[in-house]
T-cell receptor
Framework: QQQVKQSPQSLIVQKGGISIINCAYE??????FPWYQQFPGKGPALLIA?????SEKKEGRFTISFNKSAKQFSLHIMDSQPGDSATYFC??????????FGGGTRVLVKP | KAGVTQTPRYLIKTRGQQVTLSCSPI?????VSWYQQTPGQGLQFLFE???????NKGNFPGRFSGRQFSNSRSEMNVSTLELGDSALYLC????????????FGPGTRLLVL
């Protein structure tokens, strides 16, 4: 059972453009929503995370938007750069439970 | 501060063999989680250890097992390897039992022939 659905599976964006990745969840007990970035040959690295009591969180060019009523959250990458080309994973976690990952989005930023 | 280290980085085994993978967490971290990553199934949780105790377990057969030592280092073992066990096995450490901020190692790439 996939508890976190991520879309799109892949996207191509021009340098300077905005990359948007969406995730939807079902379990209302989830209370922690991180995003991870993974480059080829590397393990995922925590990018940014949000809790349900906040609707938006921004760190540099990366912004998480959270919609609790719709059970959706999204990652926006502003001014996308070729170095942002990677696979991005959303995830969700309930207290005391495991981290559940979305299926991943492969982002390619064209120069 | 050194990151999470995993050994070996690459491994080739044949069906029916067993394999042991090792993970050294970041110094001071007491929680270690293991994940299997494949193109088809994505990142799947295997199990989590905190202070030498398994706290959570994913939906994997009993051939997959693990343990954690008193120094927080962890090992996972897969017995009677199957072709479908070919994957990147990732270890992640976190400071406490909440597991919220997890730091991943580079993974061990296992190929089963």
């Amino acid at each position: 059972q996939q508890q976190v659905k991520q879309s799109p599976q892949s996207l191509i964006v021009q340098k300077g453009g905005i990359s948007i990745i969406n995730c939807a969840y079902e379990n209302t007990a989830f209370d922690y929503f991180p995003w991870y970035q993974q480059f080829p040959g590397k393990g995922p690295a925590l990018l940014i995370a949000i809790r349900p009591d906040v609707s938006e969180k921004k760190e540099g060019r990366f912004t998480i938007s959270f919609n609790k009523s719709a059970k959706q959250f999204s990652l926006h990458i502003m001014d996308s750069q070729p170095g942002d080309s990677a696979t991005y994973f959303c995830a969700a976690k309930a207290a005391g439970n495991k981290l559940t990952f979305g299926g991943g989005t492969r982002v390619l930023v064209k120069p | 501060k050194a990151g999470v280290t995993q050994t070996p980085r690459y491994l080739i085994k044949t069906r029916g063999q067993q394999v042991t993978l090792s993970c050294s967490p970041i110094s001071g971290h007491r929680s270690v989680s293991w994940y299997q990553q494949t193109p088809g199934q994505g990142l799947q949780f295997l199990f989590e250890y905190f202070s030498e105790t398994q706290r959570n377990k994913g939906n994997f057969p009993g051939r997959f097992s693990g343990r954690q030592f008193s120094n927080s280092r962890s090992e996972m073992n897969v017995s009677t390897l199957e072709l479908g066990d070919s994957a990147l096995y990732l270890c992640a450490s976190s400071r406490d039992s909440s597991q919220e901020t997890q730091y991943f190692g580079p993974g061990t790439r296992l190929l089963v022939l």
